[in-house]
T-cell receptor
């Protein structure tokens, strides 16, 4: 069966510090991978999606970037965090032409 | 007008009641519809998936889609305290999987024992 991991689970970072969040998927090959941010009262916002290694599409301009160095690894990064980057970051995967997406446990980021 | 509208609640009902959760949307291209359940501080988990209009039943859960009205519903029968969570509707226009889903903001549901 497929499993998705995210780490860390919780992170507290000062403004201006760098960020690296990691997501890995097990039990499937060539998944579509997604990064979402969930902010209080604002719902889930798609940040990036990837259909393959090195292929990244960005949905909104922002202070963040994403990379996919391996088939089942997706990384969310920032060089300098802003207060507005605080939120709950969720990684998700889907396969092929399937619409359904499956979410990881999330990383709660607090920027102070 | 937002693409997907969902009443944030909270919606509080007694145990055993039938719960009705709803979303409306504006994009007529949406044809894939999902409901996710999210417990506090956890990732969303897929509950129901339907394509186009119609009903789908899975145990105590029934999903309905009315594309003519741009309205989707999730019914929970014999509600349990463990059903207390935030319910997110999500939808997509393409079946290609390469696009993200458009989500409602979620309805916070409380089942009173």
């Amino acid at each position: 069966s497929q499993t998705i991991h995210q780490w860390p689970a919780t992170l507290v970072q000062p403004v201006g510090s760098p960020l690296s969040l990691e997501c890995t998927v097990e039990g499937t090959s060539n998944p579509n991978l997604y990064w979402y941010r969930q902010a209080a009262g604002r719902g889930l916002q798609l940040l990036f999606y990837s259909v393959g290694i090195g292929q990244i599409s960005s949905e909104v301009p922002q202070n963040l970037s994403a990379s996919r160095p391996q088939d089942r690894q997706f990384i969310l990064s920032s060089k300098k965090l802003l207060l507005s980057d605080s939120g709950f970051y969720l990684c998700a995967w889907s396969v092929g032409n399937k619409e359904t997406q499956y979410f990881g446990p999330g990383t709660r980021l607090l920027v102070l | 007008q937002k693409e997907v509208e969902q009443d944030p609640g909270p919606l509080s009902v007694p145990e055993g009641a039938i719960v009705s959760l709803n979303c409306t949307y504006s994009n007529s291209a949406f044809q894939y519809f999902m409901w996710y359940r999210q417990y506090s501080r956890k990732g969303p988990e897929l509950l129901m998936y339907t394509y186009s209009s119609g009903n789908k039943e899975d145990g105590r859960f029934t999903a309905q889609v009315d594309k003519s009205s741009k309205y989707i519903s999730l019914f929970i029968r014999d509600s349990q305290p463990s059903d207390s969570a935030t319910y997110l509707c999500a939808m997509s226009a393409s079946g290609g999987g390469a696009d993200g889903l458009t989500f409602g903001k979620g309805t916070h549901l409380i089942i009173q024992p």
